[in-house]
């Protein structure tokens, strides 16, 4: 099983500062395919998950282009820039290259 | 628009068994494109995967819960389910059913497992 520990498990931000959000896995998510498979997700409160970024750095539909990511192999990195009020809530990062898939911890993110 | 809605029981008592259904509107499991998913949430902690399951029948689980667990799925129906034998307080949790790892993702269940 591949174990994701992110970093931190905390953050307040304050509103248009930046904040970034590491995720470290036990083994490459470095697919043959050139991609990481690797996930990011925010639950919002009182919400579902929601998809932020696929395959490392691949930004989901509707996702504003202040959160991006990057990494690969084992180190990937989210950043939101310009932090909103909405930005609140927990982030995730998932591994999806081999079963049984895994989540980092969760990081909270609040508003100063 | 890709919409899931889970489905079942709100309490189950222990050692029996949880059955939930996850019903999808706006795709079609049978056109093979996605693998379709259960995590949960357990009150006040993170995401936990449980498994996933193919259009085939194909599926993968959660070791830790593989004993346990059946994940299957109704073509007919457009709709994939979950069961979870001898629960326990433990298995107390939010169920989400979704898309692959993708999403989206249903608005979640609440199940408690109390007598």
């Known amino acids: 099983e591949i174990l994701m520990t992110q970093s931190p498990l905390s953050l307040a931000v304050t509103p248009g500062e930046s904040a970034s959000i590491s995720c470290r896995s036990s083994?490459?998510?470095?697919?043959?395919?050139?991609?990481?498979?690797l996930d990011w997700y925010l639950q919002k409160p009182g919400h579902s998950p929601q998809l932020l970024i696929s395959l490392g750095s691949k930004r989901a539909s509707g996702v504003p282009d202040r959160f991006s990511g990057s990494g690969s192999g084992t180190d990937f990195t989210l950043k939101i820039s310009r932090v909103e009020a909405e930005d609140v809530g927990v982030y995730y990062c998932?591994?999806?290259?081999?079963?049984?898939?895994?989540f980092g911890q969760g990081t909270k993110l609040e508003i100063k | 628009q890709v919409q899931l809605q889970e489905s079942g029981p709100g309490l189950v008592k222990p050692s029996q068994t949880l059955s939930l259904t996850c019903s999808v509107s706006g795709a079609s499991i049978s056109d093979g494109s996605y693998y379709w998913s259960w995590i949960r949430q357990r009150p006040g902690k993170g995401l936990e995967w449980i498994g996933i399951i193919y259009y085939s029948g194909l599926t993968h689980y959660n070791p830790s819960l593989k004993s346990r667990l059946t994940i299957s799925v109704d073509t007919s129906k457009n709709q994939f389910s979950l069961k979870l034998t001898s629960v326990t307080a433990a298995d107390s949790a939010v169920y989400y059913c979704?898309?692959?790892?993708?999403?989206?993702w249903g608005q979640g269940t609440l199940v408690s497992v109390s007598s």
């Open positions: 979704g898309r692959d790892h993708l999403g989206p």
């Open positions: 083994q490459s998510l470095l697919h043959n395919t050139g991609y990481n498979y």
């Open positions: 998932l591994q999806v290259l081999q079963a049984p898939w895994t």
